[in-house]
């Protein structure tokens, strides 16, 4: 398996498989798709978006991967205007600045650098929207994790993908020209070493991406931000205290429902070393911290905690995708470039670029 393949006969339309459907893996296949390709995204989840992600309360959705994202690639500003235009808005994050673990202001006005954007009414209607020309082809499947690529058994050149569907199915995709991994790091190593590719890309042991404990906590019962809402009069904050790295309040954000909840990240840190306990333990740990930086004591109607394994990239790969055009095997994420949403989406076009 690990054995050099002979390309397949080059033809102007190919079939690419592209697994993983964030806002790399979209991008990559709408390009691809764009460019008159056949596509098949596989996505283990069964809704597009990856860490662009959504929690819904019976008080409003919280944003519970990404909060916002950052512009400053105009191919990122062309895809959002062409793709969904209107869904995204500046976030007024009211000056984000730093505080201490006493919520004592360390430095004030980060946002004034540069703007946040964020998709309404939630961060995942973005990927859903630049999910719907896939869905419309027919080329997006749900529900459906690759767990092993091999050499398609009917023809050596190309290849064929295992997976994992609801229940007990396992069906077997072939026919694929070529395969382009959109999944995180460390899954994208599991599933190279499933295939005998271990060692395969160049630099991949390397990359270093750390968890996050996400806290999401609705006030129901506070007034309405901006009318004398609960606690600090600002919608953002990064924190040095040795629990939590970032504090927003999700109400603030355009397009979204006024009860007051806010979204609390850990430090990567301490959702390391925290990664084994239940959610419980960690929502009183970090409820206790919120109201340290905060100074909001209420106990609020609603609470849950996520944990993502593989959050933000510390070491990424430092180049923006790789493309083995002798096995022909791709891999992008935003784990090749940094840690931001539109770092996924360089990457997954990048790579696309690179092979219609
Ligand atoms: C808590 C948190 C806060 C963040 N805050 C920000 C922020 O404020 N600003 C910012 O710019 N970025 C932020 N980020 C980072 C941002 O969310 C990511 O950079 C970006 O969403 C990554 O996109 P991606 O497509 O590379 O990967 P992902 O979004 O992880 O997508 C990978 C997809 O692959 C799927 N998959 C995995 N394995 C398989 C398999 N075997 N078969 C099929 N499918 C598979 C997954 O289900 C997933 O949908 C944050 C992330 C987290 C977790």
């Not at 033809?11 to 990559?28: K, N, Q």
């Amino acid at each position: 398996m690990s054995a050099r393949r002979p390309r397949p006969t080059p033809r102007s339309s190919r079939h690419f498989a592209v697994v993983g459907a964030g806002i790399a893996g979209l991008a990559c296949a709408r390009t691809l798709h764009q460019a008159g390709h056949r596509v098949t995204v596989f996505e283990a989840d069964t809704q597009p978006g990856g860490r662009l992600a959504t929690e819904d309360s019976p008080f409003g959705s919280f944003d519970a991967g990404a909060q916002y994202f950052t512009v400053r690639d105009a191919r990122f500003t062309q895809a959002l205007e062409a793709a969904s235009p209107g869904l995204a808005r500046r976030w007024s994050a009211n000056a984000v600045r730093v505080l201490d673990e006493h919520g004592r202001v360390v430095e004030a006005a980060l946002s004034t650098r540069e703007s946040h954007w964020v998709a309404v009414p939630h961060m995942q209607a973005l990927p859903q929207r630049w999910a719907e020309p896939l869905v419309a082809a027919g080329a997006l499947h749900l529900g459906t994790a690759v767990t092993r690529l091999s050499p398609d058994a009917l023809d050596a050149r190309r290849w064929q993908l295992h997976t994992q569907g609801v229940g007990d199915e396992h069906p077997v995709h072939a026919g694929f020209d070529a395969v382009l991994l959109a999944v995180p790091a460390a899954r994208a190593r599991g599933l190279l070493a499933a295939s005998g590719l271990s060692g395969a890309v160049e630099g991949l042991a390397k990359v270093e991406v750390a968890p996050c404990w996400t806290l999401m906590l609705a006030f129901p019962n506070a007034a309405q931000p901006g009318l004398g809402g609960l606690g600090p009069q600002w919608n953002a904050a990064r924190s040095t205290h040795h629990r939590v790295a970032w504090l927003a309040r999700e109400s603030s954000k355009p397009g979204r429902e006024r009860i007051d909840r806010w979204t609390v990240q850990a430090s990567a840190d301490w959702s390391r070393e925290h990664q084994g306990d239940d959610g419980q333990r960690v929502t009183a740990k970090l409820l206790k911290a919120f109201a340290e930086v905060t100074g909001i004591h209420a106990q609020p109607s609603w609470t849950q905690a996520v944990l993502w394994r593989q959050a933000q990239t510390l070491q990424p790969l430092g180049r923006p995708f790789v493309w083995d055009a002798d096995r022909s095997l791709g891999l992008c994420g935003d784990w090749c470039l940094g840690h931001r949403v539109e770092d996924a989406f360089v990457s997954g076009l990048e790579l696309a670029l690179s092979v219609v």
